[in-house]
């Protein structure tokens, strides 16, 4: 399993940026996916989820109206368009499975398999 995220950076608060998410060795269009961000000092929360078959998303209320998740399951990539950007959204984002991915299947649910994130920073 592998986890590849980039295109986070330095951005002025109202800025936007995309991730990306490159996934390889599991069966990525048959799961549930999510992006995560740790700010440090702080525990490591969903910030959006998408289904495997992109019927529907859920967004924690924070970023509810300026983030959009979505997926490329013939590339086994995950996005997530951030837009309007504030500094309380600085933090290292990070790609994974769904927390009920994470839970329930055996192989997530002892296996440790985050990749190394990638930074935003927003200034304000």
């Known amino acids: 399993v592998q986890l590849v995220e980039s295109g986070g950076g330095l951005v002025q608060s109202g800025g936007s940026l995309t991730l990306s998410c490159a996934a390889s060795g599991f069966a990525f269009s048959g799961l549930g996916m999510a992006w995560y961000r740790q700010a440090p000092g702080k525990e490591r929360d969903v910030v959006a989820h998408i289904s495997a078959d992109v019927s529907y998303s859920t967004y924690v209320v924070p970023v509810r109206g300026r983030f959009n998740i979505s997926r490329d399951n013939e590339k086994n990539t995950l996005f997530m368009q951030m837009n309007s950007l504030k500094p309380e959204d600085t933090a290292k984002y990070y790609c994974?499975?769904?927390?009920?991915?994470?839970?329930?299947?055996?192989?997530?649910?002892?296996?440790?398999?985050w990749g190394q994130g990638t930074q935003v920073t927003v200034s304000s």
């Open positions: 994974y499975v769904d927390p009920a991915t994470r839970w329930t299947i055996q192989q997530w649910r002892e296996s440790d398999f």
